[in-house]
Antibody, heavy 125, light 113 residues
Framework: QVQLVQAGAEVKKPGASVKVSCKAS????????MHWVRQAPGQGLEWMGW????????NYAQKFQDRVTMTRDTSISTAYMELSRLKSDDTAVYYC??????????????????WGQGTLVTVSS | DIVMTQSPDSLAVSLGERATINCKSS????????????LAWYQQKPGQPPKLLIY???TRESGVPDRFSGSGSGTDFTLTISSLQAEDVAVYYC?????????FGQGTKLEIK
């Protein structure tokens, strides 16, 4: 069965960087885009960007363009999201979420069928 | 950017009754070339990640009970739970995937009356 397993919680100081991992299993890792979505405490969902695990190509939301880097290691079916120059309002649960491959059209679609359990990143001095 | 606005922010419905949640996009998410609405619905229970319920505005994800249905087109969409069950207590989000940045509504909290 498809599983996305994320690493445990992180505590970082303002100005530092954090790298969150997402290990995929139960499907062909390179066949599906991986997205990152965050959720601040008690708040809604915010899309950050995607990575194509096959090519390594990325697409970031403009808001995070200068601070986020998404990478992958295909040998261990793991995607990473690194956010730099952390601020207190970056405190959130960060989710990885698998994009959909529509077998009827042969196209990638940008809604999410499987999600990781989330990684809480706390930014505090 | 496309802004998604849900209404109401919270909703209390009796068990067995119908629950209706609305979602409005700031611009159409209907792609004319394939006549598909790029709109999904998710359910999020406390301490859990979101779960996909509906995509293409009205297609139920495999395994989702048929009491959940989606409707609408263009800019106005609705998620309906035909007969509320206790396990449906959650926050519900709509999401547009028509254009980046892919955006979510603010969420609607559904409770039992």
């Amino acid at each position: 069965q498809v599983q996305l397993v994320q690493a445990g919680a992180e505590v970082k100081k303002p100005g530092a960087s954090v790298k969150v991992s997402c290990k995929a299993s139960g499907y062909t890792f390179t066949g599906f885009y991986m997205h990152w979505v965050r959720q601040a405490p008690g708040q809604g969902l915010e899309w950050m960007g995607w990575i194509n695990p096959d090519s390594g190509g990325t697409n970031y939301a403009q808001k995070f363009q200068d601070r986020v880097t998404m990478t992958r290691d295909t040998s261990i079916s793991t995607a990473y999201m690194e956010l730099s120059r952390l601020k207190s309002d970056d405190t959130a649960v960060y989710y990885c979420a698998r994009g959909v491959w529509d077998i009827l059209t042969g196209q990638t679609e940008y809604y999410f069928d499987y999600w990781g359990q989330g990684t809480l990143v706390t930014v505090s001095s | 950017d496309i802004v998604m606005t849900q209404s109401p922010d919270s909703l209390a419905v009796s068990l067995g009754e119908r629950a209706t949640i609305n979602c409005k996009s700031s611009q159409s998410v209907l792609y004319s070339s394939n006549n598909k609405n790029y709109l999904a619905w998710y359910q999020q229970k406390p301490g859990q990640p979101p779960k996909l319920l509906i995509y293409w505005a009205s297609t139920r994800e495999s395994g989702v009970p048929d009491r959940f249905s989606g409707s609408g087109s263009g800019t106005d969409f609705t998620l309906t739970i035909s007969s509320l069950q206790a396990e449906d207590v959650a926050v519900y989000y709509c999401q547009q995937y028509y254009d980046t940045p892919y955006s979510f509504g603010q969420g609607t909290k559904l409770e039992i009356k």
